[in-house]
């Protein structure tokens, strides 16, 4: 079974703060991709990376960059955080050629 | 622009009943759907999944119905059970154009079985 693993599950930061989320991977996966969950909004795409120091906007990148030095690990940066991230963060894999996306259990933030 | 919506945010049913969750979409790009389930405190679980050249893929309890002409896909889960209570989102893909595992998901409909 694939697994993602997100190391922080839930964070509490102050606004202007700068944030890493870690996300790693252990089924040497391709694609990796971060999302935030919303009420009401359903899951919106942030950032994706199809291979190690690539990365592609995806509809929400505004606020966030993201780092994929290592083939296993995928961060997203919050430079500056801000109220309107409080959210719930989820980092997903996927296998080239595959079709279904395998996610994180979410890291929940609260920017104060 | 919401490409994928779940105009119904919750849905109550008893147990053993039918489920049934809707899903339309806009963009006639869009070539397979999935269907994820997901707990609270957990990330979403892939459930079941179906390509634009069928329009009907079963697996256990769980079917999902696709009408290209109407954009319209629908979850059906029979008989629903208490452990089926959870948020279910619709997902939609546009494989033909490559595969880039770019998924667009619905709002998510809140689904409670009761016992």
């Known amino acids: 079974d694939v697994k993602v693993t997100q190391s922080s599950r839930y964070l509490v930061k102050r606004t202007g703060e700068k944030v890493f989320l870690e996300c790693v991977q252990d089924?040497?996966?391709?694609?990796m991709f971060w999302y935030r969950q919303d009420p009401g909004l359903g899951l919106r795409l942030i950032y994706f990376?199809?291979?190690?120091?690539?990365?592609e906007k995806g509809d929400i990148p505004e606020g966030y960059s993201v780092s994929r030095e290592k083939k296993e690990r995928f961060s997203l940066i919050l430079e500056s955080a801000s109220t309107n991230q409080t959210s719930m963060y989820l980092c997903?894999?996927?296998?080239?050629?595959?079709?279904?996306?395998?996610f994180g259990a979410g890291s929940r933030l609260t920017v104060l | 622009d919401q490409q994928v919506k779940q105009n119904s945010p919750s849905l109550s049913v008893q147990e053993g009943r039918i489920s049934i969750l809707n899903c339309d979409y806009t963009n006639s790009m869009f070539d397979y759907f999935l269907w994820y389930k997901k707990y609270p405190a957990e990330g979403p679980t892939f459930l079941i999944s179906?390509?634009?050249?069928?329009d009907k893929n079963e697996d256990g309890r769980f079917t999902v119905f696709l009408n290209k002409s109407a954009k319209h896909l629908s979850l059906h889960i029979v008989p629903s059970q208490p452990g089926d209570s959870a948020v279910y989102f619709c997902a939609a893909s546009a494989y033909g154009s490559g595969n880039t595992g770019k998924l667009i998901f619905g709002q998510g409909t809140t689904l409670q079985v009761k016992p």
């Open positions: 179906i390509s634009s050249i069928k």
């Open positions: 997903a894999s996927l296998e080239s050629g595959a079709n279904v996306l395998t």
């Open positions: 990376s199809y291979d190690v120091k690539m990365k």
């Open positions: 089924m040497d996966h391709e694609n």
